[in-house]
């Protein structure tokens, strides 16, 4: 009988998570997992021991070499060969940033969303958000509000915020790439590129109604493709089918609402990047 995998602690999510020449066109991409980018920065960057850095992701030391050996082969093989470098993915457990307010309990069968928020209005840059509002959403309604500050967090670290919150997804303006990406690896559902108030976004979220844009970015948000994509919590049966850079695919079966979590998890998120 095979042994039970061991999910890899992660203490801080990459910010920066595509690396590519300047002198080409990479036409190829090199997928490094993010516990491989942990161990590169426990080893590297904090010059721990193989033990010391077996004792913080919460794995075997042996289970270290071969992730940490793997990364490397990984870089190597981007800078020798010119191809683009993308952190994504993995058997990965994330250290929970302190949230330092009174947050609504969550009910078991909610659906919370995180709006990004200033006044009303969507905010249109996700790694400035200083406010967030969350919605918590049952049988296609809203059921309760709250707005939350950020605390100064950083781009960086705002992924972690809305895994502290249990948010299950997050409407925004434009987003980086990165963050994308984190998200996607933290099983937040995003729907970019929308406008507005926000009470209206999340009320046409909960109804499946919201148009967005899953192409947003920071330097073109708001902007819409064709019609646009509509989106909603109806029973999507917790759809996690990660397309490349942290895109998702959402089916609507029409069974009722989907929390997004899978018993037993206890938090281990396992993505296959591309």
Known sequence: MPRPFRCRRIEQLPVYRSFSPDDITATENVLMSVDEFEALRLLDDEGLTQEACAARMNIARTTVTAIYESARKKIADALVNGKRLLITGGHCKYEPVEIHQEIIEKGANTMRIAVTYENGEIFQHFGHTGQFKLYDIEDGRIVNE??????????????????????????????????????????????????????????????????????????????????????????????HRHHGEGHECGHHHGKGLDCGHQEGDEGCRHHHGE
Do not use: W
């Open 146 to 239: 709250q707005i939350i500050d950020t605390d100064g967090n950083g781009h960086g670290a705002l992924a972690g915020f809305l895994q502290a919150v249990k948010a299950d997804a997050l409407i925004c303006g434009g987003i980086g790439r990165g963050a994308q990406m984190a998200l996607a690896d933290l099983g937040i559902r995003l729907y970019a590129g929308v406008q507005g108030a926000a009470d209206s976004a999340a009320k046409a979220l909960a109804e499946g109604t919201l148009e967005y844009d899953p192409d947003a970015r920071c330097d073109h948000h708001g902007h819409h493709h064709g019609e646009g994509h509509h989106h909603g919590y109806h029973g999507d049966e917790g759809c």
